[in-house]
């Protein structure tokens, strides 16, 4: 009997470290869970945990929000606010993010609106555009927090791409639907300003910024001993964390796929998000190697431009187009593979900083203890 919690502590230890190592697998799993089994998914969604009352305003935290409450209060807990501050003080990574993370987008999806005026349908082309607008509408997804901070990225960058995004958004987002209208005509043109109306600066403060904010405060107060306790046990809860999320959201549209399907408008649906997400994700890329980031800043903008909140998009999109899956679909597949392809540069990175040591902002110098102690121990993931 005493030997039970040493035993459970192993047993979850080796639990986690198999989801580290398979991370891809198991959020390829959730996809299929949520898409044959969406029940749970659904009841989740469902779960009111409390309300409460701040800045004037009443609340109800769902389960959901919860969790991303958690992601962006353990994205915060990394970083000191001295380096967040520093952070401020080179501004250039921050500045590039938040622009090109709005005009990357914008000009692959008038790309699209020009080029499918060949598609047979015109309604279908025009759900395809109205689905691509929300998405590209959304800030950055707070959830490349959590990808940033278990993939040795820049977390301060990444904290700050998501606030600043967060906070323009009341301003952008109403901008990019405007433009949308003028863009798409006048077939439904009324549909932007519905949606436009149920954007609420209130909850991006609530739920995005002062979790965030929280967290920072918490390692400031929790020191560096605590810290180095705290953070092995925030960082494979994160992993399980992002994957019930991610179920939980695609158990919403995934299986319209199933019950519903057209094959020549899925198709041309998947073939358009994917190519938006795959651009967006090495923009980032591009960028960093063009101005001569670092490592971890280039992971920080590859995640950044390729994340969007797509749950938020979810949240609009269900309120006012909720009886048209065709408009939900986009989103929830753009949500599958912005998850598939940050989990893919995950894996890459997860192999080479177990390889060559974690990375860091100056030339790639691995000291021959270093790489020599890497290797001892690469049979062996750490915690992300």
Same mark, same amino acid.
């Given at each position: 009997?005493? !030997?039970?919690?040493? @035993?459970?502590?192993?047993?979850?230890?080796?639990?986690?470290? $198999? %989801?580290?190592?398979?991370? =891809?697998? =198991?959020?390829?799993?959730?996809?299929?869970?949520?898409?044959?089994?969406?029940?749970?998914?659904?009841?989740?969604?469902?779960?009111?945990?409390?309300?409460?009352?701040?800045?004037?305003?009443?609340?109800?935290?769902?389960?959901?929000?919860?969790?991303?409450?958690?992601? @962006?209060?353990?994205?915060?807990?990394?970083?000191?606010?001295?380096?967040?501050?520093?952070?401020?003080?080179?501004?250039?990574?921050?500045?590039?993010?938040?622009?090109?993370?709005?005009?990357?987008?914008?000009?692959?999806?008038?790309?699209?609106?020009?080029?499918?005026?060949?598609?047979?349908?015109?309604?279908?082309?025009?759900? $395809?555009?109205?689905?691509?607008?929300?998405?590209?509408?959304?800030?950055?997804?707070?959830?490349?927090?959590?990808?940033s901070q278990n993939s040795n990225a820049n977390i301060p960058l990444s904290l700050g791409l998501v606030f600043f995004s967060t906070l323009l958004s009341p301003l952008l987002t109403p901008m990019i639907f405007q433009a949308a209208k003028v863009l798409g005509g006048t077939y439904k043109p009324e549909l932007f300003g519905h949606i436009s109306h149920q954007i609420n600066s209130q909850f991006l403060i609530l739920d995005i910024v002062i979790p965030s904010f929280l967290g920072m405060f918490a390692r400031?107060?929790?020191?560096?001993?605590?810290?180095?306790?705290?953070?092995?046990?925030?960082?494979?809860? !994160?992993? &399980?964390?992002?994957?019930?999320?991610?179920?939980? !959201?695609?158990?919403?549209?995934?299986?319209?796929?199933?019950?519903?399907?057209?094959?020549?408008?899925?198709?041309?649906?998947? &073939?358009?998000?994917?190519?938006?997400?795959?651009?967006?994700?090495?923009?980032?890329?591009?960028?960093?190697?063009?101005?001569?980031?670092?490592?971890?800043?280039?992971?920080?903008?590859?995640?950044?431009?390729?994340?969007? !909140?797509?749950?938020?998009?979810?949240?609009?999109?269900?309120?006012?187009?909720?009886?048209?899956?065709?408009?939900?679909?986009?989103?929830?597949?753009?949500?599958?593979?912005?998850? %598939?392809?940050?989990?893919?540069?995950?894996?890459?990175?997860?192999?080479?900083?177990?390889?060559?040591?974690?990375?860091?902002?100056?030339?790639? &110098?691995?000291?021959?203890?270093?790489?020599?102690?890497?290797?001892?121990?690469?049979?062996?993931?750490?915690?992300?």
């Amino acid at each position: 009997m005493h !030997n039970l919690p040493r @035993l459970l502590l192993k047993g979850f230890h080796r639990l986690f470290d $198999l %989801i580290h190592k398979k991370f =891809f697998i =198991f959020l390829i799993l959730s996809y299929l869970l949520a898409a044959l089994f969406p029940e749970t998914g659904l009841k989740l969604r469902d779960i009111t945990l409390f309300h409460w009352n701040l800045l004037g305003v009443r609340e109800e935290i769902t389960f959901p929000i919860f969790q991303l409450f958690i992601l @962006l209060f353990n994205g915060g807990f990394g970083v000191k606010i001295r380096e967040f501050i520093t952070q401020l003080s080179k501004p250039l990574p921050l500045i590039l993010g938040v622009f090109f993370n709005l005009i990357v987008p914008c000009l692959f999806v008038s790309l699209y609106w020009f080029i499918s005026s060949l598609w047979h349908n015109p309604k279908e082309r025009y759900d $395809l555009f109205v689905g691509l607008i929300l998405i590209i509408a959304m800030p950055i997804a707070g959830s490349t927090i959590g990808w940033s901070q278990n993939s040795n990225a820049n977390i301060p960058l990444s904290l700050g791409l998501v606030f600043f995004s967060t906070l323009l958004s009341p301003l952008l987002t109403p901008m990019i639907f405007q433009a949308a209208k003028v863009l798409g005509g006048t077939y439904k043109p009324e549909l932007f300003g519905h949606i436009s109306h149920q954007i609420n600066s209130q909850f991006l403060i609530l739920d995005i910024v002062i979790p965030s904010f929280l967290g920072m405060f918490a390692r400031l107060i929790s020191g560096n001993v605590l810290y180095e306790k705290v953070i092995r046990i925030i960082k494979p809860l !994160n992993e &399980i964390n992002l994957l019930v999320l991610i179920y939980s !959201n695609a158990a919403t549209a995934l299986p319209f796929i199933i019950h519903k399907p057209d094959t020549d408008f899925f198709l041309l649906i998947g &073939i358009v998000v994917f190519l938006l997400c795959l651009i967006r994700f090495h923009a980032g890329q591009w960028i960093g190697a063009l101005f001569h980031f670092g490592e971890p800043t280039k992971r920080s903008l590859i995640y950044a431009l390729g994340m969007n !909140n797509n749950g938020m998009g979810l949240v609009l999109s269900n309120a006012v187009v909720g009886n048209q899956p065709s408009i939900i679909l986009p989103i929830i597949l753009y949500n599958l593979f912005q998850q %598939i392809l940050a989990a893919a540069f995950y894996s890459s990175w997860t192999k080479k900083d177990n390889l060559l040591g974690a990375s860091t902002e100056g030339p790639a &110098i691995i000291k021959g203890k270093q790489l020599t102690q890497k290797f001892k121990n690469c049979s062996s993931v750490n915690p992300p």
